[in-house]
């Protein structure tokens, strides 16, 4: 069913600020898509960013929005959660923002399980202050900060988030956008810490630097590079080597897990003492 994507843009705020090819848009896209397909209220949404080209994203939405400082996006997410737990809290960050600066915080909103819907735009790299390598950077792959290889090992979000206690976990790319819309939608329904990591392309910054080429060629490039998760769990150890799997990797449905349902308890449990 075709879906009017503009009643939830600022039409004033375009034409937006990304390059052409930059998968930032697909992602905004299947965001605005996986939202009309849920019940929630756009008047009890929030959008909250840190810094960075995928950092503008809320700012294009018509959400009451926030545009954090650079890797606090989760930070200030979780107070308006914690203050106001009724609404729907949605996290947009960048892969630099979300587990380099921002790693800290992400690792403990996992902890928390707080009811926020994190989706982290992994380009692999710092598109918006020229390209230098982020924690997602590959070993190898150059950079302008590694012109002869990065010599870090990247990090592997969707395990260390699990690890860190989210509750949904996930992982999309750009090259699958109904996929996303299906990942999202479930994220943004699930009540705990949802974690959805999108393989996303930068072609400017990224993939012309690594001799991977334009749009099309990093999009052919994710769909080499994964797997349904599903196929991903038969596969022996030696062929997962550079592959990511694609879908839902983990989910705990346990609500009253969550940290404001937590902190409601304590509030009740004081509330009846006074009585
Ligand atoms: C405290 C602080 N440190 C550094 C910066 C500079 N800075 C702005 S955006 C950015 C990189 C963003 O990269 P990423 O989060 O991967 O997002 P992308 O631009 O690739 O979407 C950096 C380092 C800043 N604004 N504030
Ligand atoms: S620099 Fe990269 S991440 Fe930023 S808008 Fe351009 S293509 Fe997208």
Request: overall charge negative.
């Amino acid at each position: 069913m075709a879906v009017d994507i503009y009643k939830y843009l600022r039409e004033d705020k375009l034409p937006h600020i990304w390059c052409p090819g930059c998968g930032h848009g697909t992602i905004l896209n299947s965001l605005v898509r996986a939202i009309d397909q849920t019940d929630i209220d756009p008047d009890k949404t929030v959008v909250v960013s840190g810094i960075g080209c995928s950092g503008r994203a809320p700012g294009y939405l018509k959400f009451d929005t926030l545009h954090t400082t650079h890797g606090r996006a989760i930070a200030f997410a979780t107070g308006i959660k914690l203050a106001n737990p009724e609404l729907n809290v949605i996290v947009l960050t960048g892969d630099g923002d979300g587990s380099a600066i921002g790693g800290n915080h992400l690792i403990h909103g996992c902890r928390r399980n707080i009811d926020l819907t994190v989706i982290l735009f992994n380009n692999q790299i710092y598109g918006m202050t020229g390209g230098q390598y982020s924690p997602m950077t590959p070993t190898g792959a150059v950079a302008t900060t590694s012109p002869y290889g990065n010599i870090d090992q990247d990090f592997d979000l969707v395990d260390l988030t699990r690890s860190a206690g989210a509750t949904f976990v996930a992982r999309g790319a750009t090259y699958n956008p109904r996929q996303m819309t299906k990942l999202y939608k479930e994220g943004l329904e699930h009540k705990g810490f949802s974690f959805i990591e999108t393989l996303d392309q930068c072609p400017v910054n990224y993939g012309r630097k690594n001799n991977i080429g334009g749009p099309t060629e990093m999009l052919d490039w994710q769909k080499e590079h994964t797997v349904p998760a599903s196929k991903w769990e038969k596969m022996p150890e030696e062929e997962k080597e550079g592959i990511f799997p694609l879908g839902v990797i983990h989910r705990k449905d346990d609500p009253e897990s969550e940290y404001t349902a937590r902190y409601q308890q304590i509030i009740d449990s004081f509330a009846k003492e006074d009585e």
